[in-house]
């Protein structure tokens, strides 16, 4: 834990905002761009394929969908489709894997001679970044014959008449939705795969900052820059959040929400948890701390409430078994915590050089299983800085439960005897 540079799993040509891993094939899809400036930048998804060789990961760009001039600024991956926000609009794109042609035929783009020597290039990050900075047009020539992109349907998410953004995007769990939240403060439901819109209301003054919808499409939780954490039932606001209600020191409106996240609670099926990251509202001279809080997922009663350093929390992730959370910072520092206690398990500082735009955990699927290795938690995590990296939690050491009897059973022994022996006769 501390200060220490993290090695590079990949690094883009533009900057990185959102990450995704797709649960079937576990493909790590990220996004990025320079807008619509005309600096040179290109705007893209890159798809990439991730291995554990060893104790190490390596990825390698298997392909790279070139999106003009709109930056993906997030997105979400509901089967073999892709919701990405792109400027006040949501592209709806349909990623399939191609059966490669040629000499390339001859195996999976994993097992190929030249994919081999991609991966052993790209060992410890130096080799996949440098590809990646040149634009190896061979390799990238080669990468496209292996997975097609299709944008097949696309709607405005957001209404703002300045400058329209849409800020969010989640499909509903059993990919009936298609929630997106913007800077206008209207939440947008629209029925998929119809695109139809469904629900269009004012849930905030202001930007919409985050949101999450619960496995059994009962609740949306909203939050936004006007201190408010909404839970709503359809268009109907059902309770705001207060979560500080029990700490008197904590004055009104010197916090806002930032993230919010609805996760499971492991080995507990029917149970549900919400959390959420506040913020402070305007920065001192002495940083004040953040706060990280768990909410009941099913009264939305608070359960606990844990400062969670003095840097500004910038995005926050959810394990699929519910058991970690992750949380970026401003300043690039980046910490997976337990979902249980709040307590903090990893930390490393300033791991990017500027603003952690978003994390991704690792699916607990099959794939995904295979790609954590004798890891407990792998989570990746994209910045600003154009850098994509591996956060791994080592499967923590325990004790068998026979062995821990058998100490028991020692001590309660070791205690008789030494009663014994100090009060003859007591035993």
Same mark, same amino acid.
């Given at each position: 834990?501390?200060?220490?540079?993290?090695?590079?799993?990949?690094?883009?040509?533009? #900057?990185l905002?959102?990450?995704?891993?797709?649960?079937?094939?576990?493909?790590?899809?990220?996004?990025?761009?320079?807008?619509?400036?005309?600096?040179?930048?290109?705007?893209?998804?890159?798809?990439?394929?991730?291995?554990?060789?060893?104790?190490?990961? *390596?990825?390698?760009?298997?392909?790279?969908?070139?999106?003009?001039?709109?930056?993906?600024?997030?997105?979400?991956?509901?089967g073999?489709?892709?919701?990405?926000?792109?400027?006040?609009?949501?592209?709806?794109?349909?990623?399939?894997?191609?059966?490669?042609?040629?000499?390339?035929a001859a195996?999976?783009?994993?097992?190929?001679?030249?994919?081999?020597?991609?991966?052993?290039?790209?060992?410890?990050?130096?080799?996949?970044?440098?590809?990646?900075?040149?634009?190896? /047009?061979?390799?990238?020539?080669?990468?496209?014959?292996?997975?097609?992109? !299709?944008?097949?349907?696309?709607?405005?998410?957001?209404?703002?008449?300045?400058?329209?953004?849409?800020?969010c995007? =989640?499909?509903?769990?059993?990919?009936?939705?298609?929630?997106?939240?913007?800077?206008?403060?209207?939440?947008?439901?629209?029925?998929?795969?119809? /695109?139809?819109?469904?629900?269009?209301?004012?849930?905030?003054?202001?930007?919409?900052?985050? $949101?999450?919808?619960?496995? @059994?499409?009962?609740?949306?939780?909203?939050?936004? =820059?006007?201190?408010?954490?909404?839970?709503?039932?359809?268009?109907?606001?059902?309770?705001?959040? *207060?979560?500080?209600?029990?700490?008197?020191?904590?004055?009104?409106?010197?916090?806002?929400?930032?993230?919010? =996240?609805?996760?499971?609670?492991?080995?507990?099926?029917?149970?549900?948890? $919400?959390?959420t990251?506040?913020?402070?509202?305007?920065r001192?001279?002495?940083?004040?701390? *953040?706060?990280?809080?768990?909410w009941?997922?099913?009264?939305?009663?608070p359960?606990?409430?844990? #400062?969670?350093?003095?840097?500004?929390?910038?995005?926050?992730?959810?394990?699929?078994?519910?058991?970690? $959370?992750?949380?970026?910072?401003?300043?690039?520092?980046?910490?997976?915590?337990?979902?249980?206690?709040?307590?903090?398990?990893y930390?490393?500082?300033?791991?990017?050089?500027?603003?952690?735009? !978003?994390?991704?955990?690792?699916?607990?699927?099959?794939?995904?299983?295979s790609?954590?290795?004798? @890891?407990?938690?792998a989570?990746?995590?994209?910045?600003?800085?154009?850098?994509?990296?591996?956060?791994?939690?080592? @499967?923590?050491?325990?004790?068998?439960?026979?062995?821990?009897?058998?100490?028991?059973?020692?001590?309660?022994?070791?205690?008789?005897?030494?009663?014994?022996?100090?009060? #003859?006769?007591?035993?």
């Open positions: 834990m501390g200060k220490r540079r993290m090695p590079d799993l990949y690094r883009a040509p533009f #900057p905002y959102t990450i995704k891993v797709d649960p079937k094939t576990g493909w790590v899809i990220t996004a990025g761009g320079g807008g619509g400036s005309k600096t040179g930048i290109k705007n893209a998804v890159h798809f990439l394929g991730l291995e554990l060789v060893g104790d190490q990961h *390596c990825a390698t760009l298997v392909h790279s969908h070139d999106t003009d001039t709109r930056a993906t600024m997030n997105l979400a991956i509901g073999d489709v892709i919701a990405a926000g792109q400027d006040g609009r949501c592209s709806l794109m349909r990623f399939r894997q191609r059966q490669p042609s040629g000499k390339a195996k999976d783009w994993g097992g190929s001679e030249q994919g081999a020597a991609r991966r052993r290039a790209g060992k410890g990050g130096k080799g996949s970044e440098g590809a990646a900075a040149r634009g190896n /047009l061979s390799e990238m020539n080669d990468n496209t014959t292996q997975i097609s992109v !299709d944008t097949f349907g696309e709607v405005q998410s957001d209404l703002n008449p300045q400058d329209p953004l849409q800020k995007v =989640r499909f509903s769990p059993d990919l009936s939705l298609l929630l997106t939240g913007g800077t206008d403060g209207h939440i947008r439901v629209w029925e998929y795969p119809s /695109l139809k819109e469904k629900l269009d209301f004012k849930a905030h003054e202001g930007e919409i900052e985050d $949101l999450d919808i619960s496995p @059994n499409n009962k609740h949306l939780v909203t939050v936004g =820059r006007d201190f408010a954490c909404s839970i709503w039932s359809g268009n109907q606001l059902a309770m705001s959040l *207060c979560w500080h209600e029990k700490m008197p020191q904590i004055a009104a409106k010197s916090y806002r929400y930032m993230s919010c =996240r609805f996760g499971k609670v492991e080995d507990q099926k029917d149970t549900l948890r $919400l959390y990251v506040q913020i402070p509202h305007k001192d001279r002495k940083p004040p701390q *953040c706060y990280l809080s768990k009941d997922g099913q009264n939305f009663l359960m606990l409430t844990n #400062p969670c350093g003095t840097e500004v929390i910038s995005t926050l992730a959810v394990s699929d078994s519910g058991t970690f $959370l992750g949380l970026g910072t401003v300043t690039g520092s980046v910490a997976i915590y337990v979902a249980f206690s709040l307590q903090k398990l930390y490393v500082q300033e791991s990017h050089g500027i603003v952690v735009t !978003d994390l991704a955990f690792l699916p607990d699927t099959p794939k995904g299983q790609l954590k290795g004798n @890891n407990e938690a989570m990746l995590s994209v910045a600003v800085d154009s850098r994509c990296q591996m956060h791994t939690v080592r @499967n923590r050491r325990s004790l068998p439960i026979w062995l821990v009897l058998f100490f028991c059973g020692l001590m309660v022994v070791g205690a008789v005897l030494l009663l014994q022996h100090l009060f #003859p006769g007591l035993i």
